[in-house]
C-alpha cells in the first residue's frame, strides 16, 4: 500500500507534494479525511487514513470485499460540490468481477477504483459476495469492523534449488511482501500441510492471519482464493447458552440459536452447581465436559442454518460470569463460592480453539472478555462493552438481573461495579405460582384500583384476558404460572391498586370489596387467576410472595445505592435492563416497586442480550477487545459484602419504591398511592446528608 | 535490580554522580566492566552489564544460583591491586545457605556480596546446588549460557475482595514487579492449576518463564522455591539418536545416550526410507510415530541415568538432517527425494513438546535448528554452530560425512554449503566386508611395504594383530568384516604401499610377491584377514571394494573442490570431520586418498558428534539460536547438481589422492608412491588456471 495520505491538521507544507494535483477524500461513516495524489486507489487511501476495508485479494479485484460508494448526496454538506468525474472510470476487471458475483449498480472496487477529484465515500458495512441466505436478521446494531483474523491471498515463489528456502519460509516471505506482515509464525499444525496446499493451489493460496494482542500467527491456509471467514460470539448463561455466527468479513450475523445449557442437571442455580463441584471430586470435569459439548453441538446448529463449513470458523469469543467462565475454562470455580471469592484468572483470554476441542477450524482462537470481580463477570464486562457507560457523559446504570444481579454504574470520568444476592425470585422460583418463562406462564397484569379485578395476558396468546378471544387462547394453552416480568407486574399493580402497602403488608380489610382478597392463615393472599379446577391451577399472589419480592428488588436496589453512594450521586441518567429478565420487564413496573432509582422513563430500556452483543463486537473489532480490557481494569469494584451502608440501603430498600429517595419522574408518570407519597417520598435529611457524606 | 552501572566508555561525567564513591568491577570470564556505586550487590552490577548470573529466587539468598568467586590472584594483571575488603563481610543469610546446602569455601553468594571496592569476579559456568552424581563427564566444551528458560520465584500478593484481580493475573502482576517481566501470557494447560498451586505454596511459588524470540510464556509452575529444571538436546541422525541432558541453571550435561533410528525398519538409509513413504500411504506417519516415540524412551533413559522427574524437563532442542527432520516433525519428505528438494520448513522452528507427545513437563518447548538447504540439514547447521567456521579468519572446512556428505566451507566472511551424494560406502554398505563398526570389526590397518603382510586392530580388543596377545582376544570376539575407518585405512595402505595404483588399479604383478594378493576372475584382491575357516571369514579388498571408495570419495572431494571455486581459493586452513565416521577415521588416511584436500596434517581434527554440541549451544544460549538463525541465512548454497564443474571435478579425484591439486602438507607427512607424485603432484596449468578463473 503506498502511503499517500496528508491528513488534515498533520500535514506540512511542502513545495513538493503541494505541487502534485491532489483532492479531498471523506470517508464515512468514520468522517476520516485527508488529501490524496490523483489517481490513488481508494482502498490505498483508505488504508492510509487507518479507515478499516476489508480486501482479501490484497488489491487484485478478485475478492469484491472492497466494494465502496460514492455517497453524492453529501457533497455540498461536507464542502465537497460535486462528484462528476471525480473517480476513474469503471475498468475491465470491474466488469470482470460483476460477470461473476452479484454487485450493487451504485459500488466500485475500490482498490481499482482512483481518485481523481474530491470525494465523500461510504464503506458499506456490509458487503454481500454470495447470495447467502440470512435467516436471522442482523441485530440492529451496526459493529465498525477491524477483527483479529485477516485472510490474505498471496502468489509464493515456486521451489528454487539455488536459493533452498522452505515452503513455509516462502510463504511467509509472500506476506511480508504483500501484506507487511513481519513477524509472523505459522501454527504448528499447518506445518505438514504447507506443501501439499501450495501444490494444490499452484503456489497461489489465502492464509489466515491472526494478529492480535501483538501475538501474528499463520493459523490456516487454503489453495487459491478463500473468500469466507466466520467468527462465533457466545454467551454462556447459567440457563441458556446464546451463539451467533458472523462473517468475519462482511460483518453479518448470519445465524443465532440458543440451547439450555446442560448443566443444570448438576444444579438449577450458579450456587448448587458449585456445591456440586465441592461434593462430587469429577463434577468439575461433568460440568466442563457438558458446556463444551452442548457449545459443539450448538456451533453445528449455526453453522448448518448459515450453510457454513464449521472449518471456515476461525474466531469464537465467549463471555459468561464467572463460574460459567471456570467451569468453561475447566477451572475449579469453587474459591467463587465464598469469600474472598478469588477468581482464577481475570484478564481477557486467546487462546487456541483446539485446547478445549472445538468443533471449528483447528487453527481457530478463542477469545474470552475480562472478568471484573468475583460476582461480576465476562458477561458484566461484554454488556458495559454493548452500552459504553463510559464512553459519554450521562450517567448510566447498567443491571443484569439474574441470581446475582451484576450492576455497573458510571460515564466516561468513573466507572464502579458490583453484585448483589437478589436470589432467584425474579427468575420465578420461591415464588409460589413462579415459572420461567414459557407458553402459559402470566407475563403482563393489571389491576383495576376499584373493583380491584385483574386483566392479564399470557405468553403464547396475543389478547389481553378482557378480549373475547383471549378464553379460547388460554384454553389452549392453559395457565400454568407467572414469570418473571409478571411477578414485577403483578406485586407493581397491587401497590398502585393499594392492596398492598408501602411496607408490603396485603391489606385485609380489601377483602370486604373483593373476593380476590382472601385469608391464608395469619396472613392475606390475592386471587390472580382463579384455576379451571383441572389442569389450570389457582394463581395466588401470597404475602410470602410479596416478602421474596421485596428481599430480591432491595437487594438489586441496595446495590445499586451503594454504587450511587461511591459515585457521591443520587440520581442516574439512564438506565439499562440486559438480559432476559431486564428485556422482557416493564420498566415502569421496575421503578413503582423501587427496583431501580428514579430516572425519566424514556431514559430506562432493556436492551436484551447485551452481553452477547459485546461479545460480537469483540469479535468483530479487536478495538474493541483493547477497549474493554483498558476499562475493566480502570472500573472500580465494590464487594457490597464489605460494605458497611449495604445492610442501611437494603433495610430501607424493602419499602414500595424504597425509603431512600424521591422519585419525582415516577409520580409524575403513575399514580402513587397518597400515604405513601407522605411517608417516603418527602424530604429525608439523613438521605440528603448520607449523599453529601460521599461527595 | 536497581541500575548502578557505568560502563566505561559510556558513561558521561555527571556532578551527583561522580561525587558517590565508586569502584571498578571486571568479570570474568566475559571481559565486562564498570563502574559501581560502593554497596551495589555484585549480582546487580553483574546483570547491569549483562554478564548472565543465574537466580532463581531473585536475589533472595535461598536458591544459591548466583555464585561467584572473587579471582584474586588477577588483580594486577587487570590493573586493580589488592582485595582486601574489597567485598562485604561475609553474611548471615550467606551462613544459612551453607548451613543447608554446599557451597565451594571460595565462592560467595553474589545477590548478598557487596562491592567495596575494585574487584575481578570470576562467574563460575558449574555452580553445584544439590550432590547430584553426574555419571557422564560434561563435553569439554565450556558454553556460556543464557537459557530461554528461567525459574522465577515470586511471592505473589493475596487474594483481595477489594481489587478483585484473579490469581493468574497477579501471578503476573508479582513477575512484573520481581522479574520485569511485561507482556507475559499465561500456557493454557496452566490455567486451572494456578490457583491450587499457589495455596499449596501459601502463594510463594517458582515460574518458568520461556522467553525466546519475542515469545514469552509462563510454561510451568511449582509452589515454593523450585530449584531444577532441564533441557535436552537431541540428534536425529537416520542410524543413530542421541540425546544428552543438561541441567539448565548450572549448564553441566548430566546424562547422555544413544538409541538405534527404529525407522531403519522401514530403510536402510534415507532414500530407501523415503521411497517406503512413497510406496505406503501410512509410511509417513508411521515413520514419525517410531521416531517419536524412540526419543520418548530415550528421554526416559536419560533423565532416570541422572535421577531427573521428566516433569522437570522444560526445553528440548533437536537437530537432525532434511529428511529425519521432516519425519519427526510429521511432514511428508518426497519432495526432498527429487529436484528441487523442496524443504516444506527450512528456518528455526519453536512450539510446544506437547504438540509432538514427548514425555517432558507439559509446558516444555521444542527448538528445532533452521536446514540450511534441502541436503544440508539442521544437523549441518549444528555442526557448524559448534565449530564456528564464522567466527574467525581461518578457512574451515567442515564435513559430515554420512549417505551424504553435507559440506560447509568459509570463514568470517564468508561460508558456503553442499552436499554430496557420497553413497553408503563409508558407512560399510557396497564392500565386500564392510560391517558397522561394532565388536569384531577392522577399525586400522597397517601394511607393510616391503612384505606387504598386514597389522590390523579390531573393535573391543586393545592389540594390534602383532601383539602376542591378539590371538586371545581376537578368538574370543571374532573377527566379523571391517568398518569405515578400516577402510579408509587399508585403501590408504593399500595405495602407500603400492599395491593399488593412483587410478585405483590393484596391482596383479605383485602376487609374485605375496600371496595375499590373488585373482578374482579379471580382477585382483588383497586378503586383510585370512579367515580361520569356521565363524571369522576370509576379509578380502575387491577391485569392485577400491571402486566403491573411489566413487564416495571423489564425489565427497568434488563437492568440497565446488565449494573452494566458489569461494576462489585453492587451500583451507582448518578441517574439522564431524559425525561418528569423521570422529573414527585417522586424518591422514582420509587425506591419503584424497577424501579431503590437502592441509596441515595438525589442522585436521574429527570432532564427535559436533551437530549434538551445536544443539546443546542452542538449549544453553538462545543468542547462539539467533547466531545459527542469522547464519543460515547468509551461508551461500550450492545444489551440487546444478554445477558444471561438478562432474570434472568428480572425474579428477577418482585418483589417489586426486588429480585436481598439488599435495605439499601430504607429501610432507608421508611417502607417497613415486610414480603419482610424478603423475599428479606436479605443476598443473589446467588446475591453477582453473583456480584463478574462480577469483
Given at each position: 500500500m503506498n502511503d499517500q495520505a496528508k491528513t488534515i491538521g498533520t500535514s506540512k507544507p511542502s513545495g513538493k507534494a503541494s505541487a502534485k494535483p491532489d483532492a479531498l477524500v471523506l470517508f464515512m461513516p468514520s468522517g476520516r479525511r485527508g488529501r490524496f495524489a490523483l489517481g490513488t486507489p481508494v482502498l490505498d487511501a483508505a488504508r492510509s487514513l487507518g479507515v478499516y476495508v476489508e480486501s482479501v485479494c490484497g488489491g487484485r479485484g478478485l475478492c469484491g470485499r472492497c466494494q465502496i460508494v460514492v455517497?453524492?448526496?453529501?457533497f455540498a454538506k461536507h464542502g465537497i460540490t460535486s462528484a462528476a468525474g471525480h473517480l476513474s472510470a469503471w475498468t475491465e476487471t470491474e466488469t470482470r468481477y460483476t460477470a461473476k458475483r452479484a454487485m450493487e449498480p451504485d459500488r466500485r472496487l475500490s482498490c481499482h477504483a482512483r481518485i481523481q477529484g474530491d470525494l465523500v465515500i461510504d464503506v458499506p458495512q456490509d458487503v454481500q459476495i454470495n447470495r447467502q441466505v440470512v435467516r436471522k436478521r442482523a441485530e440492529a446494531r451496526r459493529i465498525e469492523r477491524d477483527p483479529a483474523t485477516h485472510l490474505c491471498y498471496v502468489e509464493v515463489e515456486l521451489p528454487d534449488m539455488e536459493k533452498p528456502l522452505g515452503d513455509a519460509d516462502r510463504l511467509l516471505a509472500a506476506l511480508r511482501r504483500d501484506w507487511d506482515f513481519d513477524d509472523l509464525a505459522i501454527d504448528f499444525h499447518l506445518l505438514a500441510q504447507i506443501q501439499p496446499i501450495l501444490q494444490a493451489g499452484d503456489y497461489k493460496v489465502t492464509a489466515a492471519i491472526y494478529d492480535d494482542h501483538g501475538s501474528r500467527h499463520v493459523i490456516a491456509l487454503w489453495p487459491g482464493l478463500k473468500n469466507a471467514a466466520y467468527g462465533l460470539a457466545v454467551d454462556i448463561g447459567s440457563t441458556t447458552i446464546a451463539a451467533h455466527l458472523s462473517s468475519l468479513l462482511s460483518g453479518r450475523t448470519l445465524a443465532s440459536a440458543g440451547a439450555p445449557n446442560p448443566q443444570i442437571r448438576f444444579g438449577e442455580d450458579l450456587m448448587s452447581r458449585v456445591s456440586y463441584v465441592m461434593m462430587n471430586p469429577d463434577g468439575r470435569e461433568a460440568m466442563t465436559k457438558a458446556v463444551r459439548e452442548a457449545i459443539g453441538v450448538l456451533i453445528g446448529k449455526v453453522a448448518a442454518e448459515a450453510g457454513?463449513?464449521?472449518?471456515?470458523?476461525?474466531e469464537a469469543v465467549f463471555v459468561g460470569n464467572p463460574i460459567m467462565h471456570h467451569l468453561f475454562l475447566g477451572i475449579d470455580p469453587t474459591p467463587l463460592g465464598g469469600a474472598p471469592f478469588a477468581l482464577a484468572v481475570s484478564a481477557a483470554l486467546t487462546f487456541p480453539a483446539r485446547d478445549i476441542g472445538l468443533p471449528v477450524n483447528q487453527g481457530a482462537r478463542v477469545y474470552i472478555l475480562p472478568c471484573i470481580a468475583g460476582h461480576v463477570g465476562a458477561d458484566a464486562a461484554g454488556a458495559t462493552l454493548s452500552e459504553g457507560p463510559h464512553r459519554g457523559e450521562p450517567v448510566t446504570l447498567l443491571v443484569d438481573v439474574g441470581t446475582n444481579a451484576e450492576i455497573v454504574l458510571g460515564n466516561k470520568h468513573r466507572i464502579v461495579a458490583a453484585s448483589s444476592p437478589t436470589g432467584p425470585a425474579f427468575e420465578g422460583a420461591e415464588i409460589s405460582g413462579g415459572q420461567r418463562a414459557a407458553p402459559g406462564a402470566i407475563e403482563r397484569v393489571r389491576i383495576d384500583a376499584h373493583t380491584l379485578e385483574p386483566r392479564i395476558k399470557v405468553i403464547g396468546?396475543?389478547?389481553?384476558?378482557?378480549?373475547?378471544q383471549f378464553d379460547e387462547a388460554a384454553a389452549s394453552l392453559g395457565i400454568t404460572g407467572i414469570c418473571g416480568s409478571g411477578i414485577i407486574e403483578v406485586i407493581g399493580e397491587m401497590f398502585l391498586a393499594g392492596i398492598i402497602s408501602a411496607d408490603g403488608v396485603v391489606d385485609g380489610t380489601l377483602a370486604a370489596r373483593s373476593k380476590r382478597i382472601v385469608k391464608d392463615g395469619r396472613t392475606w393472599s390475592y386471587i390472580l387467576a382463579k384455576g379451571d379446577g383441572g389442569g389450570n391451577p389457582e394463581i395466588r399472589i401470597l404475602q410470602t410472595d410479596v416478602r421474596a419480592i421485596q428481599l430480591a428488588k432491595a437487594a438489586l436496589y441496595a446495590g445499586v445505592r451503594l454504587l450511587m453512594d461511591k459515585l457521591g450521586i443520587d440520581r442516574v441518567d439512564r438506565i439499562r435492563l440486559a438480559g432476559a429478565f431486564g428485556t422482557y420487564i416493564d420498566p415502569k413496573y421496575a421503578m413503582v416497586i423501587g427496583l431501580v432509582p428514579d430516572c425519566p422513563l424514556k431514559a430506562v430500556a432493556g436492551v436484551g442480550n447485551a452481553a452477547g452483543t459485546g461479545a460480537r463486537m469483540a469479535l468483530l473489532n479487536r478495538g474493541h477487545r483493547r477497549e474493554i480490557e483498558t476499562l475493566v481494569r480502570q472500573i472500580e469494584k465494590i464487594e457490597t459484602a464489605l460494605e458497611p451502608r449495604f445492610q442501611e440501603h437494603f433495610v430501607n430498600a424493602m419499602?414500595?419504591?424504597?425509603?431512600?429517595e424521591p422519585f419525582p419522574h415516577l409520580a409524575a408518570a403513575v399514580t402513587l398511592p397518597k400515604a405513601d407519597l407522605e411517608t417516603v417520598a418527602g424530604e429525608s435529611p439523613r438521605r440528603r446528608g448520607g449523599a453529601r457524606r460521599n461527595r
Open positions: 455517497a453524492e448526496g453529501q457454513v463449513p464449521e472449518d471456515e470458523i476461525l396468546a396475543d389478547e389481553w384476558s378482557d378480549d373475547p419499602a414500595f419504591p424504597n425509603k431512600v
